[in-house]
């Protein structure tokens, strides 16, 4: 292959990456999560970064409720909420991260981003493993 075809096939791609990656974005914006209380009595919407944007009572069921008992039952609800937002976003996000980086680590700012840029830059060889897609993927 000519240098000019190898150059096309390289933009070619990044530019596949940058599409993936901008169709991710505007996925990712749009994300919410809502979950009801086991009892039903609430229901509460958390936004892609696990903001909570909705907090619903749907019934009079907690006007009898103790604070206590009202309290735990919204941040459970809020924590499920959280969890199933959480779980979308892995699912959107995973085929974008390279191959070895867990998804959890970047979510929960424990990523060691020398690992993804080390010190000294990466041979071609070591890169194309590293955009190779997941056996099995």
């Known amino acids: 292959m000519d240098a000019e ?15 993936g990656f901008m169709e991710l974005q505007k996925q990712l914006g749009g994300t919410t999560a809502t979950v009801r209380s086991r009892d039903r009595s609430v229901s509460v919407t958390v936004d892609a970064r696990g903001q909570l944007t909705a907090l619903k ?50 979510a929960d700012g424990k990523l060691d981003w020398s690992k993804l840029l080390p010190e000294k830059p990466r041979t071609p060889e070591e890169i194309r493993k590293l955009l190779a897609p997941e056996e099995g993927s």
């Open 57 to 106: 009572f749907e019934s009079k069921d907690y006007q009898t409720m103790e604070p206590a008992e009202l309290s735990e039952v919204i941040l459970d609800t809020l924590g499920k909420a959280r969890d199933k937002v959480r779980g979308e976003a892995r699912q959107l996000m995973t085929p974008f991260l390279p191959q070895g980086t867990a998804f959890d680590e970047l």
């Open 5 to 19: 075809a190898r150059l096309k096939e390289l933009l070619d791609g990044y530019q596949r990456k940058r599409d």
